[in-house]
């Protein structure tokens, strides 16, 4: 009885480490979509059956490549078993949003239309027809420019590495009036991607206006009390109404 038993266990052993275990699905945009939705519940269980690989150092850290090759995501967090930190969607053109708190739909309906436009025959010009007068010219321009558009930067770009704060222009480069907000994140360069410094803070819920053609000047808080800097090229994302905009500085 004793050797049947035994026997039992090897088969049942050996069926059990023949059994193939399912391939890992490569993280797509909607899958990113649909995981949004679910905000500051997401946990690291959720990501586990996407292809990523593991960049722990000081940090757990879990990179993804994803089925759009112009985009990846990262997870970042002290603990594994307290939520991450943070869940940053990439844009190879540099511009990232935390997927938890910020709109994905909006950050991607914010891509530049790389389609080309299709141009029809120019018509021969008529001999009664009478050059554009300025006034019109400038219409058509107006009517282009039918969403705000910014330019942030540091001012100055080079800071002390024990620097309090940064200071940062806002520019309204469009015709129209836009605004933002004050949330923010801050990442430093590392091997040429950007890594996003582990930075607890609450935001003032303000929106600010900001007129067309109009700059302010903002303070930033690095937060130096929560976060050893180094030496090196970091930069700040804007993400509350200005879709992700960053401005890069330096810490010496």
Not at 2 to 31: F, G, H, N
Not at 39 to 64: I, P, V
Not at 74 to 87: A, Q, R, W
């Amino acid at each position: 009885m004793q050797r049947i038993l035994c026997l039992i266990l090897v088969l049942t052993l050996a069926l059990t480490s023949c059994t193939p275990k399912a391939e890992s699905k490569t993280l797509a945009l909607e899958d990113v979509l649909s995981l949004s939705e679910m905000t500051l519940a997401l946990s690291w269980e959720d990501f586990e059956a996407f292809s990523h690989k593991d960049a722990s150092a000081e940090k757990h850290r879990w990179e993804f490549p994803m089925a759009e090759a112009e985009y990846s995501l990262f997870i970042e967090g002290e603990n594994m078993d307290d939520p991450p930190e943070h869940i940053v969607l990439l844009r190879s053109t540099g511009e990232s949003i935390d997927i938890r708190v910020e709109d994905v739909q909006a950050f991607l309906k914010a891509e530049p239309d790389e389609e080309p436009i299709s141009q029809s025959e120019p018509e021969p010009p008529k001999e009664t027809s009478e050059p554009a007068s300025p006034s019109s010219a400038v219409s058509n321009s107006q009517a282009q420019s039918s969403k705000p558009a910014y330019r942030v930067e540091a001012s100055p770009a080079s800071y002390a590495v024990d620097a309090p704060s940064i200071t940062v222009k806002i520019t309204n480069t469009s015709q129209v009036e836009g605004g933002y907000g004050y949330m923010y994140r801050i990442e430093r360069e590392v091997n040429g991607s950007w890594q996003a410094i582990p930075l607890d803070f609450n935001v003032i819920e303000i929106f600010v206006t900001l007129p067309a053609g109009q700059t302010n000047t903002e303070e930033f808080s690095l937060f130096q009390e929560q976060y050893d800097y180094q030496p090196g090229t970091y930069h700040i994302v804007l993400s509350d109404g200005l879709g992700g905009a960053s401005a890069q500085f330096t810490l010496e």
